[in-house]
């Protein structure tokens, strides 16, 4: 059976291969699935995005991202929401946003992935109706749901593991890659780096949100310099680039991370982790085998210094083992199949699937 799907993303991030957020690389992965298998792949997101299928763009905005400019955005997805439906028909809603409340359907079938720590969601947002799935990326997630809450099982994340695979010669510096805001931590990485004596590479983007600017003004440039480098934001081919030369990826996340694609992302490059185990870490880096879970700035130095004596090999094979890109898809698509035939509708609390 030939699907219909209307994704629906985060209003004020584009989507597309070279996107920095988990929930944006996460869509754009099951839009290039979805076309790939022959089905009908509709994404409503910001102007500036990349698709597969075919964009509904609503309007970028460019300025700071207050108040007023959520409202905007989450009204002209709304509305572009209201015309796709009225216009054509769609076997499936699937949202990504963390304000997905705000322009949810009121019918039919839709599918809501929770892409962020679940109280960062209002507690209305898991209120059961007919035809209607949420459900989480991680076991570690999922355990922290409000009881009762009607979440399906969880999908956990994948990454195109094959496509990662580059020859680049290691190169003596660690590497932090993601947002730059106060819940990734990234001013402890650099704390890290000048304790180890190590250079330190930050590529991501700073949103223009007032804490994410003013973090950076306050936290991250005052910590840089001649070694220690903000490169801004880094399409696929840098950010596999880097990811490979590395001596390690730091991850200083300060909030329990549901996932982390950019972990995945480096253990496929051949790239150990240095991570502080919060949230699902600990089910992506297995502590002196594939990086190391530290407990401080001090043990993050320690950890920068000592990486490199873990085996890229092992790294890349549990890569391919774990964090497969086509089971993640595979599973999203036959999840569409069931909510679409109804087998979701007014769903009591799943059993929890651990992450593999």
């Known amino acids: 059976m030939t699907l219909t799907v209307l994704s629906v993303a985060y209003p004020l991030a584009p989507v597309g291969p070279d996107a920095v957020g988990g929930a944006e690389q996460v869509l754009s992965h099951l839009d290039h699935a979805l076309v790939a298998a022959g089905h009908r792949s509709l994404v409503i997101a910001d102007g500036r995005s990349r698709v597969a299928g075919r964009l509904i763009p609503i309007p970028p905005e460019t300025g700071g991202l207050d108040e007023a400019a959520k409202s905007r955005a989450q009204a002209a997805t709304r509305a572009a929401i209201a015309a796709v439906r009225a216009a054509e028909p769609v076997d499936l809603v699937h949202l990504h946003g963390i304000d997905f409340p705000a322009y949810m359907p009121d019918h039919g079938p839709t599918l809501v992935t929770l892409h962020l720590p679940l109280d960062w969601y209002p507690p209305d947002a898991f209120a059961p109706r007919p035809g209607l799935v949420l459900h989480g990326v991680s076991a570690a997630q999922t355990r922290t749901a409000p009881p009762g809450a009607p979440l399906a099982a969880p999908i956990p994340n994948g990454v195109p593991v094959q496509a990662l695979q580059a020859r680049h010669a290691k190169r003596d510096y660690a590497l932090v890659l993601g947002r730059v805001c106060p819940e990734k931590g990234i001013h402890l990485a650099l704390d890290a780096a000048h304790l180890a004596g190590l250079p330190l590479l930050i590529g991501g983007m700073v949103y223009p949100y007032e804490s994410h600017t003013a973090y950076f003004e306050q936290e991250i440039a005052p910590r840089l310099d001649r070694s220690r480098r903000f490169l801004g934001p880094l399409g696929f081919a840098a950010k596999r680039r880097f990811l490979t030369a590395a001596r390690c990826l730091v991850l200083p996340s300060l909030c329990a991370e549901t996932s982390s694609l950019v972990a995945m992302e480096a253990l496929a490059c051949g790239t150990p982790v240095v991570a502080f185990p919060n949230g699902a870490l600990p ?9 190391f879970l530290v407990r401080d700035v001090g043990e993050m130095a320690a950890a920068m210094r000592d990486a490199p004596r873990l085996s890229s090999g092992l790294c890349r094979a549990e890569a391919r083992r774990r964090f497969s890109l086509d089971a993640m898809t595979a599973r999203y698509l036959n999840l569409y199949r069931t909510v ?8 009591a609390p799943l059993a929890v699937v651990a992450a593999s």
């Not at 089910?283 to 990086?291: D, S």
């Open 340 to 347: 679409i035939a109804g087998t979701g509708r007014s769903l």
């Open 283 to 291: 089910e992506i880096v297995e502590h002196g085998r594939t990086g």
